[in-house]
């Protein structure tokens, strides 16, 4: 399962999205950051974790997103996240501004106060740029960077768009 205790999630309220996404495809409008992406091997992004199994690990070319795809859930953590993301509580009982994201296997995603570096790849120096318009796919989540929206990752019908300016959560 994705982080919990000090990494604390919780369900976005209702707030207005803003931008990102056009006309669905599947149902997902979000789809639409994926058209003409270039599709690239998860080798280089993998890393065999004790606790998780295999995970493949990515950041934006901003290098201020940094995400973590698993078997059962894609995550990502910000060092800027949006400033018209709901409020969520930290594990200290803080509330204050999401830093994390996350989406567990066939669910919608919630925002996270995050403690630690929970979507960061301990195993490697350095993590893999997932440049803009590629498109990573494993364990049925599928993500991609766009310079205006961030971080795009969806699976079926469910995703999020994670940004430093503006977020979507479908």
């Known amino acids: 399962p994705a982080p919990k205790q000090q990494d ?3 369900a976005p309220k209702k707030s207005k ?15 639409s950051y994926f058209k003409g992406g270039k599709k690239v091997g998860t080798e280089p992004f993998r890393e065999a974790t004790g606790y998780i199994g295999d995970a493949y690990y990515f950041q934006a070319p901003s290098k201020v997103h940094f995400c973590m795809i698993s078997k059962d859930y894609v995550g990502c953590q910000s060092s800027n996240p949006p400033a018209n993301a709901p409020s969520v509580q930290y594990a ?10 996350v989406m567990e296997q066939g669910s919608r995603p919630a925002f996270q106060g995050l403690t630690d570096a929970a979507y960061m790849n301990h195993y490697s120096s350095s993590t893999v740029v997932l440049q803009y318009g590629q498109v990573l796919e494993a364990y049925g989540f599928k993500c991609t960077t766009n310079v205006d929206s961030g971080v795009i990752c969806v699976q079926g019908s469910h995703g999020f768009q994670f940004s430093s300016k503006k977020h979507k959560i479908l």
């Open 8 to 10: 604390q999630k919780q």
């Open 92 to 101: 200290d009982g803080e509330h204050g501004k999401p830093n994390g994201i």
């Open 17 to 31: 999205s803003s931008g990102g996404g056009g006309s669905s495809s599947g149902g997902n409008s979000l789809n």
